[in-house]
């Protein structure tokens, strides 16, 4: 019989568009957040990080946003490029729990030319 | 090149064999962590360790054992291996409570 298997959401961006992947968390005692990326095959890399007191970090390309009242974070990711497509995903911690995070499923993006 | 390094790179193995996925790291990070990662479920953690001589269980311990004699490396064994743990493992650090710094992962499948 045909065997089904569990598929991530996939977000397909044209090259040069600016792209957002969302997150939602479920912890209101997380106070640290964190955004990686996954490519094919390798170990997951940091993109950026933002910590509770602050709603919004950028970095080169990529913008973080917090928004603790509705428990959401969201990667802005300009002018996407192919060598952004992976499986990008956010990880949160709470103050209590020391190092151990807390990690999303994760999106797909993926670039067309 | 400084970071975390994993072995085996890919693993089939038999039920119920004995098996231990190394991690080494070279950053002088304080914790270490293990991690399971399976399609949908996301990043899991199996055990962590603060600091050398310590662990600690996380969310999927069982059937898993880790030890942390140094700084330096961070084993995970599979006493008896169940096809249950077929799965991707990645090797984590960090220096306090900072960022996660992870390997390149050990793909393995139990038959």
């Known amino acids: 019989g045909e065997s089904v298997g569990l598929h991530l959401p996939t977000l397909s961006v044209q090259e040069g568009d600016n792209s957002i992947i969302n997150c939602a968390y479920s912890?209101?005692?997380?106070?640290?957040f964190i955004w990686y990326k996954q490519e094919s095959g390798k170990g997951p890399q940091f993109i950026i990080d933002?910590?509770?007191?602050?709603d919004k970090r950028q970095g080169q390309r990529v913008t973080v946003l917090l928004n603790k009242t509705v428990k959401h974070l969201s990667l802005q990711i300009a002018a996407t490029q192919p060598g952004d497509s992976a499986v990008y995903f956010c990880a949160e911690r709470a103050t209590d729990s020391w190092g151990k995070f807390q990690f999303g499923a994760g999106t797909q993006v993926v670039v067309t030319p | 090149i400084a970071g975390i390094t994993q072995a085996p790179t890919s693993q089939i193995l038999a039920a119920g064999r004995r098996m231990t996925l190394r991690c080494t790291q070279d950053m002088r990070h304080n914790a270490m962590y293990w991690y399971r990662q399976d399609l949908g479920l996301g990043l899991r953690l199996i055990h962590y360790?603060?600091?050398?001589?310590?662990?600690g269980k996380g969310e999927v311990p069982d059937g898993y054992s880790v030890s942390r004699a140094n700084t330096d490396d961070f084993p995970l064994t599979l006493a008896s291996a169940v096809p249950s743990q077929t799965s991707v493992y990645f090797c984590a650090s960090s220096r306090g409570t900072g960022e996660l710094f992870f390997g390149e992962g050990s793909r393995l499948t139990v038959l």
């Open positions: 912890n209101s005692a997380s106070d640290y």
């Open positions: 360790s603060n600091t050398a001589g310590t662990t």
């Open positions: 933002i910590r509770s007191n602050m």
